[in-house]
């Protein structure tokens, strides 16, 4: 016999136990973007690899072992698995025009594919939800989005996430900085791991985003670009702080926030929970103004954030969250041949009401059928014998706290069920 088939390593199942969680989650956030004015954008799972080397940069973690790429067999065209969401989201943006005419509010959901080492908030499957504004430049848009994903937190019921932020600044800071940064990683050289050494030259910033334990003291230590920042990226982030605090949102600067991709400047900003162990990050972000360009695009600035669905999710459960059931409001029982015929039309027609309802298909008995309704959930039991049928009618049992089973007619139970 031949060996079963799994799931590829770090792919999951998302099976029907967990689908009330993720439902709630999809349903709350679809509502909260409209409460803001965003539009979805939907774009396919595979790019062209050039891309994201263009976009998150050639030494980040993502680009350099992170990212499933193959060729296309047909044409040897060089492809990816997208291992996040903005560059197509941009592409798209750039391809399509859409900042023609005015600036744009985007978000998208969906699977991202990066090759990391499975572990519990680390996948090589996982889901976002990202949001992307395209063509502001103010940090009334930075603030918009702390406040929008602050108030996402409070409708979920999330406890325990705290904002951290940090400042870029521009090109030339960073360039600066740069400059100090190496020599300061150059005095260290002894205690650089291999990814450091390898990033000292090319993209030390990136070193400040180690995730080894053992860099952690060397990375804290290092010098912050607040020295280096100019002086309208210091009045960006000012201003941002100031709207945050007239929103009253809390926050805490860290300077060693760089965030993993190449694109960012000025503000960047992460949520993180030390509910989760050492994958704390349920949200994070910034501003890419000069990515549009880069990409092939008339410049404009832009800024966005995505979130970690699983992460967010995990979090939830860590709460003891109980999403709500979703369970249908009637299970219809039936049983004998005029009743068999009227089952189906009378479904469709507390269905053509607005309700939801499960009709018990494959036979059996009363006794099994009513099982089957009580495992439903469902809140009532519609029952069909043929005596009922006969006379048009049903009988409806409640099945959750109480309450006696009654005969009516169709419509007298769609008006009670609809109560
Ligand atoms: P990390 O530092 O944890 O590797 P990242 O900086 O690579 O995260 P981003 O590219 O900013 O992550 O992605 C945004 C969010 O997506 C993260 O904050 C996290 O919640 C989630 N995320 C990223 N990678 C994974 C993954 N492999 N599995 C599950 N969630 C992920
Ligand atoms: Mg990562």
Redesign the pocket.
Known sequence: MSKTIQAVR?MNDILPADAALWEYFEDTVRDWLRAYGYTQIRTPVVEATDLFVRSIGEVT??VEKEMYSFEDRLNGERLTLR??GTASCVRAVIEHNLLYNAPQRLWYTGP?F?H?RPQK????Q???VGVESLGYDGPDMDAEHILMTARLWKLLGLQDVALEINTLGSSEARARYRERLIGYFEQHAGELDVDAKRRLHSNPLRIL?S?NPAMQALVEAAPSLMEDLDELSHMHFEQLQAMLSAAGIEYRINPRLV???DYYNATVF?WVTTRLGA???????GRYDSLIEQIGGKPAPACG????????LALLQEQGFQPPALAPDAYIVHLGVVADALAPLAAEQLRDAGLAVVMHCGGGSFKSQMKKANASLARFAVIIGDDEALAGEVSVKPLRGGGEQARMSIQAAIDFLSL
């Open positions: 770090g973690d993502i291992p996040e991202m990066r990391e908030g680390r996948y090589r996982f889901h976002q985003d995730k965030r993993g991709l992460e994958q704390g990050t349920v949200c994070a972000g954030y995505a979130m970690g669905v699983e992460r967010l």
